[in-house]
T-cell receptor, first 113, second 112 residues
Framework: AQKVTQAQTEISVVEKEDVTLDCVYE???????LFWYKQPPSGELVFLIR??????QNEISGRYSWNFQKSTSSFNFTITASQVVDSAVYFC??????????FGPGTRLSVLP | GAGVSQSPSNKVTEKGKDVELRCDPI?????LYWYRQRLGQGLEFLIY????????KSGLPSDRFSAERTGESVSTLTIQRTQQEDSAVYLC??????????FGSGTQLSVL
């Protein structure tokens, strides 16, 4: 069975703080993809990153970075020097071959000025 | 168009009426998904179409819900005898195999 857990329901930080959003997944497959999506207050879901199960290299894109560790089935997302515009709900998702996307419950991030 | 298009953007209906929600995926995308998102909640999977394979209907909450897709084009989600608990945003998304999902803007359904 596939499952995605985002244990943090809500997080509040003050602007310029770093924040890490946790994602833990379960799957029996060896080939799968992991994703992060952002849903700002406007409601539209925005793609952030996709990683495949064979590539454990960490990735950095500007203030965003992702830490993929197969040993702990985790794919955590860190925002450095957070900004008010980062306030959104962030969803982690898993896709196995031939199956649908499974989304986590989301983490609501509030960045306060 | 360049993105996933959903219509209508808003639908207000009376309890007991049927509604049809439409999704135009990105051209060439073989996979199409429907999700439901209640206010302040996460994404609830409804149904998944992949090419000519039988759809994965495991997420449909009741037999009042059904969906169709013609080939790799338009999909329609139908809710019969709507109930107040059906009020939500219904999101459609499409993708190529293993690629990221592209989401539409959703249909806000309000059942009075």
């Amino acid at each position: 069975a596939q499952k995605v857990t985002q244990a943090q329901t809500e997080i509040s930080v003050v602007e310029k703080e770093d924040v890490t959003l946790d994602c833990v997944y379960e799957t029996r497959d060896t080939t799968y993809y992991l994703f992060w999506y952002k849903q700002p207050p406007s409601g539209e879901l925005v793609f952030l990153i996709r990683r495949n199960s064979f590539d454990e290299q960490n990735e950095i894109s500007g203030r965003y970075s992702w830490n993929f560790q197969k040993s702990t089935s985790s794919f955590n997302f860190t925002i450095t020097a957070s900004q008010v515009v980062d306030s959104a709900v962030y969803f982690c998702a898993l896709k196995n071959y031939g199956q649908n996307f499974v989304f986590g419950p989301g983490t609501r991030l509030s960045v306060l000025p | 168009g360049a993105g996933v298009s959903q219509s209508p953007s808003n639908k207000v209906t009376e309890k007991g009426k049927d509604v049809e929600l439409r999704c135009d995926p990105i051209s060439g995308h073989t996979a199409l998904y429907w999700y439901r998102q209640r206010l302040g909640q996460g994404l609830e999977f409804l149904i998944y179409f992949q090419g000519n394979s039988a759809p994965d209907k495991s997420g449909l909450p009741s037999d009042r819900f059904s969906a169709e897709r013609t080939g790799e084009s338009v999909s329609t989600l139908t809710i019969q005898r709507t109930q107040q608990e059906d009020s939500a945003v219904y999101l459609c998304a499409s993708s190529s195999v293993y690629e990221k999902l592209f989401f539409g803007s959703g249909t806000q359904l309000s059942v009075l």
